[in-house]
Every structure is written in C-alpha cells, then in structure tokens.
C-alpha cells in the first residue's frame, strides 16, 4: 500500500466514524474555534509529514469542532444532508480531478450533466429543453436566471447588455414581500437594485390582485417578476398561475426562486402546491437541500437556453446557435470538478418513486413536529399548511426566546430561532434524508422539556 492509499483508507475511517457517530452525538458543537486551533496546531511545519497522519490530525483535532448537520437531529436553517451515493460519488469525483468545462474534453462529465438535467427537468414538471446549470446553491441559481431574465426583458426593449446597464431603459423587478433575501443580494449583483415589494399574505404568499395592480401602474418597462416555491417560514407557495397569469399580460420575465419547494413537484401528494410553476421562465432550485446532495449545489433552470447562455456563455451572443452549449456557458462559474455527477448519483439511486417518497417523509416528519407542538402548552403553530416547514410560538417574544436558549444548551436537536412579521419564532426546517420516527420523538420531547423549564 504506498502513502496515497493509506491516506485514503485513513480518510475512509474516519469518514464512517463521524456518519455512525451522527445518531447519538449531541448536534452543536462541541468545541471553540480556539480549542480546535490548538488542536491542529498553528504552527506551518518545517517540513513533510506523512499523508496518512496528516488526514489523522485533520480528523481527531476538528472531530470536536463539528456541527451535526448532516444528521437526523438538525432542523436549523435548510440544509439537507448527504445521500449514501451522493457522498460516495463526491469522493471519486476527487479522485478522478477532471476539469469539466467543455464537452470535448470532459465527455463523462457533460453525459453525467445531459443525463441528470433531463431527469430533473422530468421530476420538477419542467419544460424539457429547458438549460440546466449546476451552481454552488439558490442563490447564484437565483442570480444566473435573473442575469438571463435581465439580458432578456432588455433585447425585447431593444437594448444589448454587451453595451453595460448605463443608458438603457430602467429594468423594473417586482418580488413578493417575503422573498429570501438572496433575491435581494442577487439583483444587487446584478445592479438592478431593490425589488419593488408587493403584498403578501400572513403565510408569506404574494397576493396577485396587489401584483396585478402594482403591474398596471409605472407604464410599459422591461420588467421582472419574482415569484417563490416554498417560503422558508411557512413553507407556503405563491399562487403561480394567477401570479402567472398577470406577469404574462406586462409581458415580464417570470422567475421563481425555489430552493427547498420545487422539489414539490416530485411528489404525487405534494405537486398540486407547484401547479402552474411550470409556465416561468426561469427557476432556481437547490439539490444541496432537499435533494440531500453535499454542498455545494444548486441548480438554475432557464426555458430559453440561448437566454442563459447569452448572459452566461463564454461567447455571450444570442445569436450562437450551435446545439450543444458547453458546461461553463449556463452558470457564472462552473465547478470544474463537476456537480452534476453527485446529483445524478442521487437521482439514480432514489429513482422516481425514491425522490417523491423523499418528500412526502420530510413533510410527514414536518407534520409530527406541527401535531406534537400545537399539543404543548402555550405553543402555537404560525403554518396554515405544512409543507417541510414549521414556525411556532411560545406566548411571547421574550419566552420563544427562553425555549430556544434552553433548546440549545439541550443539545438533542438543532433548532433555529427567527423574526417572522415582526414575531420571534422557533423555525423548524426538516431537510434530511435521514431523519427518524425517534430523531422527531427526541426533538419534540427536547421542545416539551424546554417549554417547560422557560
Ligand atoms: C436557501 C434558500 C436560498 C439560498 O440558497 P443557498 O443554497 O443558501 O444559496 C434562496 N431562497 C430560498 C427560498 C431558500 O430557502
């Protein structure tokens, strides 16, 4: 065995080590940032170590330092975990190094990538020639649909970006009063500046009689629309076709950031909440979370590929015809190492009927959460509708705060709290792939003993 394969054994060890370790574990971290500094030693060496014992350090130091976020007890912000092939895909993917730019030199990649776009593009209920480009999460999938959105509104107003923003018509962009901020930061990017907010409703839904309205105003510009799958509150989704419908009539480019909720569509029981989601233009959606693929990815879905690689492409031209774009040419910056091989792994590995069951037993173990605490005193459940999602408060601002302290120092669960329409909240994200009947019994019974003792 020479150095590299012990290296790697090593790394393998440890790896399982840490997954099994994922079931008991306490899910916060267990050490400072201090600790693990001295723990790994600040100090560059003189000179070589062994690979082996390098990963060995890397591994015993940091174990301290680790969240649980890839196990069953992690309900904090979104962030899925790691499916078995996912994960063990990632690590060829290492191995292999490929630098997956274009077609011509990396052709295991770009099948990888044609492949697992067809199947997503399938299983999210999305036109099938749609461009599918695989990027570090929702927010640069926000940001690249919206560049193609921009580029796009502003050719039919008959100005070309390739001549900067300076001089041509103002682009308007319209958003839903609880959009995720990372719309706000994508058209900051973009230098299209704050959206223009229309009313929502207290689920966080845009109210389409107010869009419609706020559409009839400020005449005829090249204008965006930004609709959202999945409010990272409530869980809710906005009315796509009526929404749709009005955008439509102002002529607007259409997009909906979707990051947990287009996976909705996956699922028989779950699909109605996207209906008409599929008439956009664009759709932004991570695999990182509900997919349960490692970090990072996200994936940015544009109906109109020469849009996306106009605003995209190495040669951003409309005019480029040929068939095939390359990789690079439908996100800001590709991964060379490619992200499409651990999202078809996923695919590949769940199947169809894997990913809608996928779904259906994140909201089922997101409604046990909605039962269990509706059932303790002085606790109300904000959703109208469960999707993964569950927002509850403890009386008052002052003691939903108490409950999650005490959560916190408990340690069973990970639960974040949030400001939602001016509330405290317990916000409760169930993303994982490996979440349990008993990860979800020892996290409410963890809410219970807090609620208590606050
Ligand atoms: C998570 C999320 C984002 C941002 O996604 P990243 O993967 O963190 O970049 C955007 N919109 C919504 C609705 C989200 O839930």
């Known amino acids: 065995m020479d150095a590299r ?14 997954l099994e370790s994922l079931s008991d574990r306490r899910v916060p ?3 400072s940032v201090d600790e693990i500094v001295r723990a790994l030693g600040a100090e560059l060496p003189d000179g070589p170590s062994t690979p082996a014992d390098v ?28 499916e078995p092939a996912a994960l063990a895909a990632d690590w060829l993917v290492s191995a292999w190094d490929q630098n997956c730019v274009m077609r011509a030199v990396s052709p295991a990649y770009t099948a990888a990538e044609d492949i697992a776009s067809a199947w997503l593009l399938d299983l999210l209920g999305l036109p099938s020639d749609s461009a599918v480009g695989f990027t570090t999460g929702a927010t640069m999938a926000n940001f690249t649909c919206l560049a193609a959105g921009r580029d796009a509104v502003l050719r039919r107003a008959g100005w070309d970006v390739g001549d900067g923003l300076a001089g041509g018509p103002a682009v308007r962009v319209i958003a839903g009063a609880d959009r995720h901020m990372a719309i706000d930061l994508a058209l900051r990017y973009l230098g299209l500046g704050r959206p223009e907010l229309v009313k929502a409703d207290d689920q966080g839904r845009i109210e389409p009689e107010a869009l419609r309205h706020t559409l009839a105003t400020g005449g005829r510009r090249p204008t965006i629309v930004i609709l959202q799958a999945g409010d990272i509150h409530s869980g809710a989704f906005d009315p796509f076709v009526e929404a749709i419908r009005a955008a439509r009539e102002a002529d607007a480019w259409v997009h ?31 695999a990182h979370k509900t997919l349960n693929v490692p970090y990072d990815s996200g994936l940015a879905i544009v109906r109109d590929p020469l849009a996306v690689r106009a605003a995209m492409g190495l040669h951003g031209d409309y005019l480029i015809q040929d068939e095939h774009g390359d990789p690079i040419d439908k996100v800001p910056e590709l991964s060379r190492r490619g992200r499409a091989f651990t999202v078809w792994a996923a695919l590949r590995s769940l199947g169809r009927s894997g990913v809608a069951d996928l779904v259906e037993r994140l909201c089922r173990h ?31 601002d002052e003691r939903t705060e108490r409950v999650l302290a005490r959560l916190l120092e408990d340690g069973t669960a990970w639960i974040s709290g949030s400001t939602w329409h001016g509330r405290r909240v317990m916000r409760i994200s169930v993303s994982n792939w490996s979440t349990t009947d008993d990860d979800v019994t020892r996290a409410l019974d963890a809410i219970r003993r807090a609620s208590l003792s606050a």
């Open 256 to 286: 909906v950031d979707g990051a947990f909720g287009l996976w909705a569509a996956a699922s028989p029981q779950y699909a109605h909440l996207t209906a008409g989601c599929t008439h956009a233009d664009s759709w932004a959606t991570d």
């Open 55 to 82: 990963v060995d350090l890397l591994a015993t130091a940091c174990e301290p330092g680790l969240t649980g976020f890839p196990g069953g007890r992690f309900y904090g912000f979104v962030v899925g975990g790691t």
């Open 29 to 31: 971290a267990g050490a």
């Open 5 to 18: 394969e012990r290296a790697l054994r090593q790394a393998y060890g440890h790896a399982v080590r840490w």
């Open 366 to 396: 997101a409604c046990a959460f909605a039962t269990g605490i509706a059932g303790i005193d002085g606790a109300t459940v904000l959703n109208e509708v469960v999707f993964t999602q569950v927002c509850a408060e403890f009386g008052n």
